[in-house]
């Protein structure tokens, strides 16, 4: 079955046929740079950066008393560069405007268990009304900061429900395509040509049927596509996910990667060697890599003289 929806999408792709559009999608301007912080950007520094695309949080810190204001984000844009708010919609996260204390002794029906990787990040059931609610309570903060789009993390999120058997994998699967849909919908009624970019998950693809997707994102970001830290992967392992992005990238849509290869030790020996491997196969498939940090913290933006931006 998969395989016929996988053989029906690339049809879909290459005619431009399949499902009725939902949203006028405006493409993401061509860009060659990007970067990725998510705790304590200063928008003066994003102004200045040199990148021509920037991922970073609504606020400093993930809080509500820690959000940008209108001012703040303006200033970014004035100075070229696009502003993409990160939204985690397949996680709950317990430092949010949104979280209920009580939550974590009485759970509301929808929020899963915690992330054992990351403390203080709940799975939730995403296709539950309450939970629906809450990401577009979050789209409008964003829109009125004056973000020029969304950057949804957590998209893979089917794949733990359908491992625990909550949902059939690809009755999950579609569940989230249709939320993604929703949300992209919801966001340009906000913000005028809003950009949606997704991370990661891109085995949705292999249950979008409709190509729905491709129809309604601004572009797809993945991590650790070629290193696991600062570990090579397998071409086997690389190929797999290559194959699916590719169609991405055949629709017209960017495709961004980030691989946290760089171990902080300066840029000379394996450092600079490891980095420059991962963006020489990056940009040899025609995505726009993004070096950052080994430690995953993405707590600056990590600027290369002469390499990135």
Avoid at 164 to 171: N, S
Avoid at 251 to 277: A, C, Q
Wanted: with cysteine.
């Amino acid at each position: 079955m998969k395989k016929l929806i996988f053989a029906f999408l690339l049809f879909s792709v290459g005619c431009g046929g399949g499902g009725t559009e939902t949203s006028t999608v405006t493409p993401v301007p061509e860009v060659k740079s990007w970067g990725y912080q998510l705790q304590n950007a200063d928008p003066k520094e994003v102004a200045s950066s040199g990148f021509e695309l920037v991922v970073m949080d609504y606020s400093r810190d993930g809080t509500s008393s820690g959000e940008y204001s209108p001012t703040e984000i303006e200033e970014v844009k004035r100075a070229g560069v696009i502003p993409i708010a990160y939204l985690s919609v397949g996680e709950a996260e317990d430092y949010r405007f949104y979280w209920n204390p009580k939550w974590s002794h009485n759970p509301p029906e929808w929020l899963g268990e915690e992330n054992p990787e990351w403390r203080g990040n709940y799975a939730v059931k995403y296709w539950y009304p309450e939970w629906k609610e809450i990401v577009y309570s979050y789209v409008d903060r964003i829109a009125k900061e004056g973000f020029r789009g969304i950057y949804l993390d957590k998209v893979d999120e089917f794949e733990y429900w359908g491992e625990r058997g909550e949902l059939p994998e690809e009755e999950a699967a579609e569940r989230m395509v249709d939320f993604i849909v929703d949300i992209a919908n919801y966001c340009r009624e906000k913000i005028e040509g809003c950009y949606v970019i997704l991370q990661n998950g891109e085995r949705l693809l292999q249950f979008d049927s409709e190509g729905k997707l491709l129809r309604v994102i601004s572009g797809w970001s993945v991590e650790d596509l070629f290193y696991d830290g600062t570990s090579p992967l397998t071409e086997e392992e690389i190929s797999e996910r290559t194959s699916l992005l590719d169609l991405v990238k055949g629709s017209g849509k960017p495709v961004f990667v980030v691989d946290y290869v760089d171990d902080g030790s300066g840029y000379e020996g394996e450092n600079l060697s490891r980095i420059e491997d991962f963006r020489e196969k990056a940009l040899e498939k025609g995505y726009i890599p993004y070096v950052a940090r080994s430690d995953r913290e993405l707590d600056e933006l990590v600027v290369i003289p002469g390499v990135q931006p």
